[in-house]
Structures are given as C-alpha cells and as structure tokens.
C-alpha cells in the first residue's frame, strides 16, 4: 500500500541538507555545520571518611564545552563573521534550523554562550577550481534542542 505525503512526512527522517543558520539578526548560509553535540562530564569524589563509612561516591555533572565548525562560502561585501571574530565577545543567540521542504523548521539546536576561537581562511592554490571556503570555530558552552 503506498503511503500518502503527510504519512511520508511523519514516517521519514529529515535530509541534512536543508538547513539554516542564523546568528544574532543575521541569517547566514554555511555550507556545513558540525560539532553540535551534548556531553556531560562526571567526577568521581571519596570523601575523607569513607574508609569508615563504607564506599560513598559522590558523582558531579557538569556540561562540557561544546566544540562547533561553521564552514561558510566567502562573499564580497559579506565580513560579519570578521566583525564577530574581531569583537571577541560571545553571541547567545545562534539557533541552526533543519527544515522541511517549505523551508519551515521542524528541529532547532539554540546554542548559547558561543565565543568564535579560531578563522581559517580558504586554502589558495592556483591549480584548483574550488569555492573559496571560509572555517569558522566556536566554543559554546550549552546547547539545547527545540522541536517546533
């Protein structure tokens, strides 16, 4: 029996591909998005008396820092991840979208704390045909996912 769109809709994954990426009021088109992950550390922790009160292990959980690549096509004109990277100061409002067909997000990762550590400029090579491709690196400090 063939599946009608709404059920192929609810039944199917997402493709990676259709996503957008908007930091501040900025909507930027990266041309790829890696690293958003979610970790917690745990440490381990005896107490000085636990050799008498038995095996007490206190556990802690913290977030780790969150390491992002933003790969992003260089434009003229276009310079406000340069800006950014020079202001040094974190953004708290960066949110990658995946989308549906319409273009609607259906899936939101809202990064928060992001202070930009690194910019790679494309590599230059005369014997190449490539897009010049500019490498953005951010460390944030939490991310949570939104389903819309």
């Known amino acids: ?50 050799f008498t009160e038995g095996e007490t292990v206190l556990r802690f959980v913290y977030e780790e820092a969150i390491a992002i690549t ?22 708290n409002n960066i949110q990658v979208s995946l989308c549906d067909e319409n273009g609607q997000a259906l899936v939101q990762w809202k990064i928060g704390s992001a202070l930009p550590v690194k910019l790679d400029a494309p590599t230059f090579d005369a014997n190449a045909n490539d897009v010049a491709i500019d490498t953005l690196e951010i460390m944030a400090s939490i991310i949570t996912v939104e389903i819309v």
């Open 1 to 50: 029996m063939a599946l009608s769109p709404d059920e192929i809709r609810q039944q199917y994954p997402l493709p990676v591909y259709n996503y957008r990426v908007t930091i501040g009021s900025e909507v930027a088109s990266f041309s790829e998005v890696s690293g958003l992950s979610m970790k917690y550390e745990t440490v381990s922790y005896r107490h000085g008396l636990s």
């Open 70 to 91: 933003m790969k992003k096509g260089v434009f003229k004109d276009h310079a406000f991840l340069y800006a950014w990277f020079s202001e040094k100061k974190p953004k």
